[in-house]
């Protein structure tokens, strides 16, 4: 046995050496299977996008070009792209020295990032439309320094303002202290054609906790921290499963730099209001109201004018990305497969114990 499982070793070594001379297209990737989930080479993945080691993350092994930067580590969620946090649906994997990512992590997360204008998205985007997260009775998270209803329609209220003087339509799912269910906040974007949805909330947990999040929902056949469980069905959300993070991208990145605030990440979730939805939808923490010196922060104007600021900058960078090229060409495949495709673009696969 111990000469077969030698023998065995042998043979995915062979494998993974003839594969890293390969051209970079993704029909050419060796394809890895780690308990039932398909791995590709981060090292093929980066002669597709023609990235070469260099300094990144520290601790972290880092490849880029030009502007970008990508940085991983074996055993990580954490996947950096200039510095900024993304969570991975699955840990990135060593074998032989070699770093494996989750295909589903290339196709709905890595590249959607990367390559923002090759995301699909019908027509142009004409309307955004605003979630204030809670009201009425509904008060959200309540701390001595903040209550989250408020500081969601406060915000909201001056995306609204921005969005409109930059020639945008604004529907906000209400203007009011109201309560609405999150069904009707979904129908409300379901039935805007042209649109985008933005819900903006403020967090709470332990006092020491901080920082901003934005979640976008987790791909079909993944978990997500919120819901440990895999999800084999495909929800409505998942059709816009790359124009998701390509929004969170643009509105995240530009939030972190223009409160200095922790960055806690872009990550994936199954809250109700990005799961039924059919337009692309990000959901937006702006910081933790129970933490006295976030919650201060949260409560003053300056800090809600950066915070409505990034979001529509982000908005607006999403919208001109999206918008760059005809429809046609955003959907480029490459090797005979597109890495948007639904459908395993690689190499065969060669399982791993």
């Known amino acids: 046995m111990k000469r077969v499982l030698q023998y065995m070793m042998l043979i995915l070594t062979l494998l993974a050496g003839a594969v890293s001379q390969a051209i970079a297209e993704p029909s050419d990737w060796q394809v890895w299977k780690v308990e039932d989930v398909e791995y590709v080479e981060v090292e093929d993945a980066c002669r597709f996008y023609k990235y070469l080691p260099k300094q990144g993350k520290e601790g972290f092994k880092s490849y880029g070009s030009g502007s970008y930067t990508i940085s991983v580590k074996a055993g990580k969620q954490d996947f950096y792209v200039n510095n900024y946090r993304y969570i991975l649906s699955y840990p990135v994997r060593e074998h032989n020295g070699k770093l494996l990512i989750s295909a589903v992590d290339m196709k709905k997360l890595v590249d959607p990032v990367l390559r923002p204008n090759f995301n699909k998205q019908e027509g142009k985007i004409t309307t955004v439309v605003i979630d204030a997260g809670h009201g009425g009775h509904d008060a959200g998270a309540v701390s001595p320094w903040a209550k989250e209803k408020d500081c969601n329609l406060a915000v909201a209220r001056k995306v609204r303002d921005k969005l409109k003087q930059a020639g945008l339509k604004v529907v906000m799912t209400r203007d ?89 990440g872009i990550q994936r979730a199954r809250f109700s209001v990005l799961c039924t939805i059919t337009r692309p939808a990000v959901l937006f923490e702006g910081g933790f109201v129970s933490n006295p010196d976030e919650g201060r922060l949260i409560s003053s104007n300056a800090y809600r004018e950066k915070l409505a600021n990034s979001i529509c900058q982000g908005i607006i960078a999403y919208k001109s990305a999206i918008e760059a090229k005809p429809l046609k060409q955003r959907n480029v495949r490459t090797g005979g497969g597109s890495l948007h495709g639904s459908g395993n673009t690689y190499r065969g696969s060669t399982r791993l114990k």
């Open 176 to 264: 009011t202290d109201v309560f609405l269910t999150l069904g009707e906040r979904v129908a409300i974007a379901n039935k805007t054609p042209n649109c985008i949805f933005v819900s903006i909330h403020h967090n709470s947990g332990r006092r020491a906790a901080k920082g901003i999040e934005t979640f976008t929902l987790a791909p079909h056949g993944t978990t997500s921290p919120f819901a440990r469980t895999r999800r084999r069905e495909s929800l409505a959300g998942n059709n816009q499963d790359s124009a998701n993070i390509a929004l969170a991208t643009a509105i995240h990145s530009r939030a972190i730099r223009n409160t200095g605030a922790i960055d806690r």
